[in-house]
């Protein structure tokens, strides 16, 4: 736990803040973000993150393009979305500040790193004016000091170069937030031991501007005026937590999975914006006995390498994203054809084509449920929040060995770089449901089928069940070759069944938030969970009549689904898409379903989800 | 687990499978299919062990031909799969069945890496230097002026040469062999299995219905042994019916230079030896053909080190190793904190 700090001045008690944290893409924002989060999680709050950062690794410095940035929103209440505006934000420069003070709120602060703000980086940042002048930041509470130059000082004497010296004044602006949210800096100064060793020069450095930032708030040199927080812990289930991105919960999750299925995992993957921490974090991983990562060639080999090591054997799984897809199409019809267990997971990001790398969208799932030519049906989940990546995946493996079947698992972008609080499970308690191996060559064939319809899992090494398989129709009978026409009704029939039976393996489908039927639902699915809930929440106490429902399977879509629906006057799909699950469920149920859409890279406010629904209540 | 079954002395029919083989009549495949059975009969590695993974063409039906496990992929990813079978089980004795058009143009590029990392496949690629299953378009094998569905004015690409590109993308074993030479063939094939690493053979494959008679120059009975340079490790590089031309190197222009041997021609000791595990030799080799040059066949390549580090996986071993304890240790094993 952090230490609290008392400071001088009387906090104001809230229940929740949100913080922004904004800078040039080399100033060290993530890094200001993650050590904030740690210190929020260890005091104890529930809390939501998310990182917005350019596709450009170092972006020209001082430019509105350059800009990255980090949010935060931490506090007492359930915490299930980053929050729409800021409390605080840091602006490290005159960019920054352009770019972020319109995701401020009304009143809100704003932390401006003076020694930014020359004629050079305004000019850099478009601005025609210094905005600490001409009147722009009127309405917001103003916290200016010279970040870069308080930082030198508190580490003169260090010897360390001024560049380096002055690549401390994250940790000083980070410090002086923990100070204004009444947190101390022990997990920071833990991490920094840790990262740069307790006696280097760096260490110390960052050290020493990390306690300069939070001394200069609590010895009262802070200007009068600016806001100091006391915000109560959450009530969290007690026990042991870390924070968790849904990055490392994909990957997390495809261990643990691979692992209660009783199979070794083959992880086959190439580098992809936003997908590679998936990758990064199971390459981390090479201890592991049972964990093989394989950085293929490109996208198709990435697949066809899984296939092949299903075949063999292995829990496969893959990570991509959109373009990635686009590549993987035919293999992953093998597998379809192949019928071999294996988990995409796509990380949806905005397109068409490269579109926009960093940012994120739900613009993959008409593809994922009808992108293969041919009738190529397979099950699709898609994560709510960071740690059910962990928990979705897991449930991706189990389908893909029970079912014979890939299984695409649609996180996105905003997933994967968000992060949350996890109490983290025991392994031992999530059921082991083992892959049967077939090992009886007493009338075997490799297409015969269970009672779910899953074909035998033969891998090659088992005497007696040598055979072939491949791309092309197989008889249902013998598991030869077959061109008959009537065989060929006949699998794509059993193939499309099968995967309906999977919605018989999940849950029916309940209601979110709100009453089983009624006036209105707002259906959700993915990321975009924790943004409808608050604002259908929201709404509820505003004593609208409104219910929330979640979608974790999007095909098959889930029991019970289709008389949820008809419950409602009027149901309308929100999605960072143009209406896919809208169409979909329109097709499936012929109901009139309404769209709440957004197409511009970045995840709902809760304000605009409110308002869409608020429109069709009226 | 079933007991492994194989003979001591296998048949080779004791690896073909009861599918009616269906190539054309006179397809050279057929050639090589029985090469294949007779090189799996010398080996007697048990059939349970043995994987043939193909791609898209003809060449790549012929894993339905052999009693082992077979995977009919996909147009020219055949390598890709088969490097995450074998990397998921290193026991296998996996070989890759492809063509020119799939293993040289639509799967280049998992070709050349196959062979960088010298994942320890057994590739095959039959050239017959035409696209068969589609009916006869232009392969990037096909020479210069060939006449094609897709090429009525001759074909104005210069075709690669498939034993260059797999030395280029550092292939350890390289090897070229003629479909119909049943005396050689086997042994080669045996040779590329046996080989720890990527072995790469390119097949010399008469496609009987769209570019027959390809190769009718080796297989002349006339002119065929003067154009036929049968390579063999220590021994002259030395061609023709009796032997009567030979290879000898101008070490000053750094070419190979075709030459007659005996009374009136260059002496036995001018002419060169094969050394396989030269690879400026294999290099020199690989460059030559008609009309100058005898074509040469045999083990061109054969990189003797111990073999390089390459990915090898962990999951060989029939049962999971880690426990759930060390599991929930992996999840909590950055950045934990108690909340009570």
Known sequence: MGSESGGVRERTRVAVGVVRFAGDSGDGIQLMGSRFTQAAAERGYDLATVPDYPAEIRAPSGTTFGVSSFQIRFGGDAIRNPGDLADTLVAMNPAALKVHLDGVREGGTVILNTGSFNEKNLKRAGLESDPREDGTLKGYRLVALDIGKQTLDAVSGLGLSRKNAARCRNMYALGLVLWMYGAGIEPARAWLEERFGAGTPVGRANLRALEAGHAFGETAELAAGAPVYDIHPAELTPGLYRTITGGEALAFGLVVGAHKVGRPLFFGSYPITPASPVLHRLAALRDNPDVTVFQAEDEIAAISSCIGASYAGCLSGTSTSGPGMALKTEALSLACAAELPLVVIDCQRSGPSTGLPTKSEQTDLMYAVWGRPGEAPLPILAPKSPSDCFDTVVEATRIAVRFMTPVIVLADGYLVNASEPWLLPNVADIAAVPAKLHTDPEGFQPFMRDEALARPWAIPGTPGLEHRIGGLERDADTGEVSYDPENHQRMSDLRAEKVARVADALPAQKVEVGPPSGKLAVISWGSTYGVVREAVEELRTEGEEVSQIHLRALHPLPRGLGELLAGFDRVVVAELNSGHLRALLRAEFLVDVEGLNQINGMPFLVRDVKAGIRGRLM | ?340
């Open chain 2, 1 to 340: 687990m079933n007991a492994p079954t194989v003979p001591t002395k296998p048949d080779p029919s004791y690896f073909a499978s009861e599918q009616t083989v269906r190539w054309c009549p006179g397809c050279g495949d057929y050639a090589i299919l029985k090469g294949i059975q007779r090189a799996l009969a010398e080996r007697a590695r048990p059939r349970e062990d043995t994987v043939f993974v193909s791609g898209i063409g003809c060449s790549s039906r012929l894993p339905y031909y052999l009693a082992t496990y077979g995977f009919h992929t996909i147009h020219g990813r055949a390598p890709a799969v088969a490097t995450g079978m074998k990397i998921a089980n290193p026991d296998l004795d996996i070989w890759v069945v492809t063509g020119d058009g799939d293993g040289l143009s639509i799967g280049g590029n998992h070709m050349l890496h196959a062979l960088r990392r010298d994942i320890d496949l057994n590739i095959l690629l039959f050239n017959n230097e035409i696209y068969g299953l589609t009916k006869g378009q232009l392969s990037p094998t096909s020479r210069l002026g060939t006449r094609s569905p897709t090429s009525p004015g001759g074909s104005s690409e210069r075709p690669v040469s498939a034993v260059r590109f797999a030395l280029g993308a550092g292939g350890r074993f390289v090897a070229r062999a003629l479909d119909v030479q049943q005396d050689r063939l086997p042994e080669i094939l045996v040779r590329a299995a046996n080989h720890p690493g990527a072995s790469f053979v390119e097949l010399l494959q008469n496609c009987s219905v769209y570019n027959d008679g390809a190769f009718s120059f080796l297989t002349d009975r006339e002119a065929g042994p003067r154009q036929r340079l049968h390579v063999r490790h220590g021994e002259p590089l030395r061609y023709g019916a009796d032997g009567e031309f030979g290879l000898r190197l101008d070490a000053r222009t750094m070419k190979l230079e075709a030459v007659e041997v005996g009374p009136g021609g260059c002496s036995e000791e001018e002419i060169l030896v094969h050394d396989e595990h030269n690879p400026a030799l294999a290099g020199l080799l690989a460059t030559i053909g008609p009309p100058d040059f005898p074509l040469p066949l045999g083990v061109i390549y054969c990189d003797p080190a111990a073999p390089a580090s390459r990915p090898v996986g962990k999951a060989a071993q029939p049962a999971i190793r880690t426990t759930d304890e060390e599991l929930t240790a992996m999840l909590a094993s950055e950045g934990t904190y108690q909340l009570t």
